[in-house]
């Protein structure tokens, strides 16, 4: 999905800031960030936000760089890809695909997002929040998911829901878990 067509590439910027270990001043990550927009849906959010939510789900990572494509889809290709991935039927709010490096290859792709907005634009209506919000946390719902976080067993869910909780407030929104 990293050269999708159809894409839209942000291009690489010196934009997250991350700690160094040891030190109190701050080093910049290199995010290469590919937004590819497939979506009928006309009224979602912009590149600039979903970068600034990955920014957030990645702000402790400790990479000098880090590449990962965010795909907006309808939901036919949602369905697919969890049909053919998942082997569920139906489209999902968000899939993560995890880069597996090849043996000895050291590479800075994290992985794909790929995030159905028909389904996310109804659930945020279903739940009566703003659209803005549920958007932010699939965003980092599915970017952490590529860092390796899960949600399969109790405690493991927890740990993933409290984090998403934490970096959602910090970006302004309301804890989800509240």
């Known amino acids: ?28 990550m290199r995010l290469e960030l590919d937004v590819q927009n497939v979506s009928a849906i006309t009224d979602g959010p912009q590149d600039a936000e979903i970068r600034r939510w990955v920014e957030a789900a990645l702000a402790d990572v400790h990479r000098d760089e880090v590449a990962l494509t965010v795909r907006i889809v309808d939901e036919p290709e949602s369905a697919a890809l969890n049909r053919r991935y998942r082997h569920q ?38 739940q009566c929040i703003p659209p803005s919000a549920h958007w932010a946390l ?13 949600h399969r067993r109790d405690d493991d869910a927890r740990v993933m829901e409290n984090r998403e909780a934490r970096i959602l407030t910090e970006l302004g929104f309301d804890d989800p878990l509240a």
């Open 138 to 150: 699939i965003v980092v719902h599915g970017v952490l998911h590529l860092r390796g976080y899960d």
């Open 89 to 126: 039927e139906g489209a999902t709010n968000v899939l993560s695909f995890p880069f597996e490096n090849p043996p000895g290859v050291e590479t800075d792709i994290l992985g794909d997002v790929v995030i159905c907005a028909p389904l996310v634009m109804r659930e945020a209506r279903a």
């Open 1 to 28: 999905m990293r050269s999708g067509v159809g894409s839209r590439t942000m291009g690489v910027q010196r934009a997250v800031f991350l700690p160094c270990p040891g030190s109190s001043e701050r080093q910049a």
